[in-house]
């Protein structure tokens, strides 16, 4: 074999070797090359390359491991979580009430909701399943499909009060339940496979508007609004640049008839993507084509 030859293959086969002293970790986030120390009831214990340092990783986020004797190690702890691909979705949203469950999840937001009787025989099961389902759409708008309950308070109906002669002297409460939450995702959209699924295009189709305007509605005093408003439209969308910001995918685009220009992306495939963005009235979803 001539010595250029022989140059080539060590140019290819070094790189395997040194690749195979080491453990591959596979994230939700991508691929980490380490020496996995330890694995935990909740997470892992890993070192870099050429590091002493100990660094932990929660098994939450782990999908599998590739160890460098061969063997591989997979992990189901995300299997449970489904895909969340707008606020339609907010069905596939599951609730928490451990936090060792959402560690190592990526942290969306605040998805707290309230929700009152209409009268005071009103149902308080029924008011304390309203706000549970608002609090899912909350955090299904903004991509989550996860929520660590923090806090729920219910009060009962209270009844008004009358004099003897029958006259209302004070006016009865329905039942009140107020329910707070930080809502999670298991996965965080990659920017990078964003970017590649993008292309070079610039000019895409807007083919869907969700809007819950429930979340700061002061017109509905009784917060029993529990529904997404959809709305076909057909609109163009023009992408002027991708910019990444504490790990979430933003987009500067500008959509006919529509005052914001700075869009969260919360999914993506090869064929549409959805963009979220808040105002003081609620939480909106554009449902964006890619391909025409």
Do not use: C, W
């Not at 609090?135 to 009844?159: C, E, H, L, R, S």
């Amino acid at each position: 074999m001539k010595p250029a030859r022989h140059f080539l293959l060590l140019f290819f086969v070094l790189p395997y070797f040194a690749f195979a002293q080491y453990d591959t970790i596979y994230s939700t986030t991508g691929k980490i090359v380490a020496n996995v120390k330890e694995i935990g009831e909740n997470s892992i214990k890993f070192s870099y390359q050429n590091e002493d340092l100990l660094n932990n990783l929660n098994k939450n986020v782990i999908k599998k491991i590739v160890f460098k004797s061969g063997r591989v190690q997979t992990f189901s702890n995300l299997s449970g979580y489904k895909t969340v691909k707008s606020g339609l979705d907010y069905e596939n949203v599951s609730i928490s009430q451990v936090f060792e469950e959402v560690k190592g999840l990526y942290k969306i937001g605040e998805a707290g909701a309230k929700a009152k009787g209409t009268t005071v025989l009103s149902s308080i099961e029924k008011v304390k399943e309203r706000a549970i389902r608002k609090m899912k759409i909350t955090a299904a708008m903004q991509g989550a499909n996860v929520v660590y309950q923090t806090q729920i308070n219910t009060t009962d109906n209270i009844p008004g009060e009358t004099d003897p002669n029958g006259k209302s002297t004070k006016a009865g409460q329905p039942t009140q339940t107020t329910i707070s939450g930080i809502a999670y995702s298991s996965e965080q959209p990659s920017i990078e496979e964003f970017k590649q699924v993008i292309g070079n295009r610039k000019l895409f189709s807007v083919i869907n508007l969700y809007e819950f305007e429930n979340v700061f509605n002061i017109l509905d005093p009784f917060n029993s609004n529990t529904d997404i408003k959809v709305k076909t439209i057909n609109k163009t969308m023009e992408l002027n640049s991708i910019n990444e910001e504490s790990g979430f995918i933003y987009v500067q685009s500008k959509i006919e008839k529509e005052n914001n220009t700075k869009f969260r992306v919360i999914f993506f495939n090869n064929e549409e993507f959805t963009i979220e963005y808040k105002t003081d009235k609620g939480i909106y979803n554009y449902r964006v084509r890619i391909l025409n």
